[in-house]
């Protein structure tokens, strides 16, 4: 069915409608350990703003809701952040934002540029900032960005329009797209348990991450913001998302899959439980104390009285629980080693 080196996607999926949850992700958790043995990467989050011109019926931070307080941290204190990261060992940073407009395509250039030159060019630098041209994401790979995390959020084209203001699976799609071209390492994932969202989505979800050969995948529980036009849709079981993330590990072996925040919050013990699922990635979040409440993409979101600093220790102490261990390193996809060297 999988292998490290060979995926027969249809027996992967027909295995997954059969399998208990425990014999899935028993599974998952073996390939897992066998093609990234025990490491668990970590990246500096950084939630550099969080004006937002998008409308996304899911997102706390949505451009509509006028309860947010905004911020928007500048170059200076970004580049900071990942000077203090690189003291601490980081060599992976994760710059995410809104889609802020004050961010055009030549400060974030300029950025990278300080970033790269300030850390000694020892660091790996992943953007999220949604959309953009193919030109603007050309200049930032230039500009010495390494990856690009942008979820399709779901594979279903109606609902995406829907839930995205109008905004097409098909142009997400072809961004993504333009980022492969350009040589990115490229990241993108979904949310589970999304209203109107069936197991059949689900399913198209994992498929079309394996279709699209991504680096990453980043997956999280939906969970509903009280000030968004889904409050009241209902929270589905973590346990659809750690289905789902096993599903994806076993079609993409090579891929780095995060723990998500996302499953932290809804479940005191989701980050290990994605870890046990076959994921190897954590995200500790680096971004100030005193900003990092105001990017509440979704209520309940944990680590926010904590430096991302202190973060790191405990994260250390839950990945010893499902017995892995925390890794400092840069941490390329092996997938997009072998892409580069065809
Ligand atoms: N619940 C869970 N995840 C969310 N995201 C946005 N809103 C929510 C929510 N309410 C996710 C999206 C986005 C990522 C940064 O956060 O998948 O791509
Ligand atoms: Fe942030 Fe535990 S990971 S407090």
């Not at 925040?261 to 290990?272: H, I, N, P, V």
Request: aromatic fraction near 8%.
């Amino acid at each position: 069915m999988t292998t490290a080196t060979s995926v027969d996607p249809k027996a992967v999926v027909a295995y997954y409608r059969t399998a208990s949850t425990g014999e899935l992700i028993q599974r998952a958790d073996a390939l897992c350990r066998s093609v990234h043995g025990d490491k668990v990467w970590l990246r500096g989050l950084v939630e550099f703003s969080n004006f937002c011109g998008m409308d996304c019926q899911y997102c706390g931070i949505r451009h509509s809701n006028s309860k947010v307080e905004r911020y928007r941290l500048t170059p200076e204190q970004i580049i900071d952040l990942t000077v203090q990261g690189h003291e601490a060992g980081l060599r992976t940073f994760v710059l995410q934002g809104g889609e802020d407009p004050w961010f055009t395509a030549d400060r974030v250039a300029q950025l990278l540029d300080s970033i790269k030159t300030r850390t000694k060019g020892e660091v790996a630098i992943t953007l999220s900032l949604g959309i953009r041209p193919r030109e603007t994401f050309r200049l930032w790979k230039n500009a010495g960005a390494d990856r690009y995390l942008m979820r399709f959020e779901t594979s279903d084209p109606d609902l995406h329009a829907r839930l995205r203001c109008g905004v097409s699976l098909e142009r997400r799609l072809e961004a993504l797209d333009d980022l492969r071209d350009l040589g990115w390492e490229v990241g993108s994932g979904f949310m589970v348990g999304l209203p109107g969202e069936t197991e059949e989505t689900r399913i198209r979800n994992a498929l079309l991450c394996y279709e699209k050969h991504f680096d990453m995948v980043g997956i999280g529980p939906f969970i509903p913001h009280p000030e968004t036009p889904l409050a009241q849709a209902p929270q589905q079981p973590l346990e659809l998302a750690l289905r789902a993330t096993a599903l994806v590990r076993l079609l993409l072996p090579l891929a780095n899959m995060p723990a998500t925040t996302a499953a932290g919050s809804l479940d005191k013990q989701g980050r290990e439980k994605m870890m046990a699922a076959g994921a190897n990635v954590l995200m500790p979040n680096i971004t100030p104390e005193d900003v990092k409440k105001n990017y509440l993409l979704y209520p309940n979101k944990i680590c926010l009285d904590e430096s991302g600093f202190e973060c790191i220790n405990c994260l250390d102490i839950r990945t010893h629980l499902v017995q892995k261990t925390i890794d400092y390193a840069r941490g390329d996809s092996p997938s997009w080693r072998s892409g580069q060297s065809e």
